[in-house]
């Protein structure tokens, strides 16, 4: 297990929704422009946190199950359209080709073994149905090293490249770069961090950072806070 395990989540659960990326709804409608008009009528998300876009989807797209392995963000879960279950990623319970839809956000930089889950979310696809990920990636995959760096916990975002390799046992495959502009690194560790000591490392950390990210994030300082544009990767494909 890697130190992101239960007991992280159940800290974070409270102020989760808090983070500004979690409900912003153009990031939003940047992943559901990936299936269009199309409808489903078996849909999974994995890693469905306290159920944010979840709420959306099923509103668009309609009832969902969503798992998750931390029973503190799905008790944050309160919808008529989605059936929230604790489990794991990696062992999901259910039969072969179940789901005509399954789809992940922002749940792969923390998974032990990002291929396992690939293959139990292809093992629980429909034949013809479709997986929809999308997650957040370094400004460029050569500066991944200071990305993770930068980040300050002991993370690895995996690139693009790694992320397409993951892809490969699935067919038409589609990819978009969504960027999320302006983004509040004080909001963001706010939110998130466990203690002061933590969010002031990772500040000092933005400040030291290289000419290379700064041009390619938008780098900017204002008196009390630094502002970066996040990229994040939008695939999807069908088994
Ligand atoms: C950054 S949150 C994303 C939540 C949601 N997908 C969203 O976009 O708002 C990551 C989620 O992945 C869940 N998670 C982490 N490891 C998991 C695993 N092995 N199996 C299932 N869920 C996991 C965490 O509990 C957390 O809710």
């Given at each position: 297990m890697k130190n992101y395990s239960e007991n992280y989540w159940a800290k974070r659960?409270?102020?989760?929704?808090?983070?500004?990326?979690?409900?912003?709804e153009s990031f939003i409608d940047g992943f559901l422009e990936m299936i269009g008009h199309k409808s489903f009528s078996n849909i999974l998300e994995v890693?469905?946190?306290?159920g944010a876009l979840a709420k959306i989807i099923s509103e668009k797209k309609g009832p969902l199950i969503g798992i998750d392995i931390s029973k503190e963000m799905i008790n944050k879960i309160n919808h008529n359209k989605i059936t929230p279950i604790v489990g794991n990623a990696h062992d999901l319970p259910f039969e072969d080709n179940t789901f005509d839809l399954i789809y992940m956000r922002n749940v792969i930089h923390y998974l032990d073994d990002p291929k396992k889950v690939f293959s139990e979310i292809y093992r629980c696809l429909k034949s013809n149905g479709t997986y929809m990920f999308s997650q957040v990636v370094p400004?460029?995959?050569?500066?991944s090293t200071e990305y993770d760096w930068l980040v300050g916990r002991d993370i690895h975002y995996p690139t693009k490249n790694e992320i397409l390799k993951l892809f490969s046992i699935f067919n038409k495959i589609n990819h978009n770069d969504f960027l999320l502009e302006n983004q509040s690194i004080s909001n963001w560790l706010n939110n998130t961090c466990q203690n002061e000591e933590e969010k002031q490392k990772i500040i000092d950390r933005h400040r030291k950072t290289s000419k290379d990210y700064r041009k390619m994030a938008n780098y900017r300082e204002s008196e009390d806070d630094i502002f970066v544009s996040i990229r994040h990767f939008m695939v999807s494909g069908e088994k």
């Amino acid at each position: 297990m890697k130190n992101y395990s239960e007991n992280y989540w159940a800290k974070r659960a409270k102020s989760y929704n808090k983070t500004s990326w979690v409900k912003n709804e153009s990031f939003i409608d940047g992943f559901l422009e990936m299936i269009g008009h199309k409808s489903f009528s078996n849909i999974l998300e994995v890693g469905i946190g306290t159920g944010a876009l979840a709420k959306i989807i099923s509103e668009k797209k309609g009832p969902l199950i969503g798992i998750d392995i931390s029973k503190e963000m799905i008790n944050k879960i309160n919808h008529n359209k989605i059936t929230p279950i604790v489990g794991n990623a990696h062992d999901l319970p259910f039969e072969d080709n179940t789901f005509d839809l399954i789809y992940m956000r922002n749940v792969i930089h923390y998974l032990d073994d990002p291929k396992k889950v690939f293959s139990e979310i292809y093992r629980c696809l429909k034949s013809n149905g479709t997986y929809m990920f999308s997650q957040v990636v370094p400004p460029n995959d050569n500066i991944s090293t200071e990305y993770d760096w930068l980040v300050g916990r002991d993370i690895h975002y995996p690139t693009k490249n790694e992320i397409l390799k993951l892809f490969s046992i699935f067919n038409k495959i589609n990819h978009n770069d969504f960027l999320l502009e302006n983004q509040s690194i004080s909001n963001w560790l706010n939110n998130t961090c466990q203690n002061e000591e933590e969010k002031q490392k990772i500040i000092d950390r933005h400040r030291k950072t290289s000419k290379d990210y700064r041009k390619m994030a938008n780098y900017r300082e204002s008196e009390d806070d630094i502002f970066v544009s996040i990229r994040h990767f939008m695939v999807s494909g069908e088994k």
